[in-house]
């Protein structure tokens, strides 16, 4: 990849043609909105809202069958619940179970997607940063030890077990005799 005279951070390889990534993003944006407006009865989880767990969240779809069936025999049952609500609801799980299923994937792939691009400009800056520690060497290149630290700054070392390191001690003022 080439970066001869190409200033922009958000310059994709020369074989991709040019995507304006803001207004890409931007656009999606606002079609995930208009969805959502479309959506009947589209709710976001909030402290308000009940938190869906106990007995009525393990109910089956058959209990719910047997539900409405048994409503229709007894005119008190029928009575008991709105079998059009519980029709509706059995409905609208049934279409937009298979929606939030492929909202998942591509949220998945999405991503991922990210995090290989954040990779890629890993890789990018950790080959510049080898190459630059190269040339600091020689006393003309002197000017590249600032960017070296700041780019070492920004690395982030994991350790094998997954733990953080421990933190440094912290300074404790010498005691003054009294």
């Known amino acids: 990849m080439s970066t001869k005279g190409t200033k922009n951070a958000a ?10 990534l803001n207004a890409l993003a931007q656009k999606y944006i606002q079609a995930l909105r208009a969805m959502r407006e479309e959506i009947p009865e589209f709710i976001m989880p909030h402290k308000a809202q009940p938190h869906l767990v ?18 229709t025999t007894s005119p008190v049952l029928s009575e008991a619940v709105d079998a059009d609500a519980v029709r509706f609801s059995q409905a609208y799980d049934k279409a937009l179970s298979e929606v ?36 600091a060497k020689s006393p003309e290149n002197a000017g590249l030890k600032a960017y070296i630290e700041e780019m070492r700054k920004g690395i982030r070392r994991r350790h094998k077990n997954g733990a953080t390191p421990p933190a440094p001690p912290a300074a404790t003022p010498p005691s003054i005799p009294a």
């Open 54 to 71: 106990g007995i009525a969240s393990t109910v089956s779809e058959q209990a719910v069958e047997s539900c409405l069936a048994v409503s």
């Open 100 to 135: 939030r299923d492929e909202m998942k994937i591509t949220l998945a792939g999405l991503d991922y997607s990210i995090r290989l691009q954040r990779y890629k400009n890993g890789q990018a800056t950790l080959r510049v940063l080898h190459f630059a520690q190269r040339l």
């Open 11 to 20: 310059a994709l390889p020369s074989s991709s043609p040019t995507v304006d």
